[in-house]
């Protein structure tokens, strides 16, 4: 009679171990899902302020430096930002989908949404720049 309560004690310790190891799981792969916001933000936010800033350079000194050159340079650092992170979440997604989260569960999550934020700043100011919106 022992013997069963001891083995069942330790199935019950076996089934909270996995659970936590999940969890340990799912919270290392949202700090490597908020490692690819952050590094995405650094490289759109540098594109941006280069671009800003060479542009607003030419003007100022109403040189002959070719406006399109400062929009390579921006373009360049937004797409290194940008097209890393739509493959970071695509990653976290197709991770949490593997260990049993559901779709609402994967995609409502706060890391991914404020990733989903910032992926979408970076479409938009890259479409800004590349078709002259003139938006900021």
Known sequence: MEGKSVASHSKVSLSISNRMSMERTMMAAERTLLAWVRTAMAFISFGFTMYKLLETTAVVLASKIDVLQPA???ILLMVVGTVPLGVGMYQFYQ???KYGKTVGKSVLNASFLLASVILLLG???FLDIVLQWHLL
């Open 123 to 125: 479409i938009v100011l």
């Open 95 to 97: 991770f949490s989908r």
């Open 72 to 74: 390579h340079i921006g």
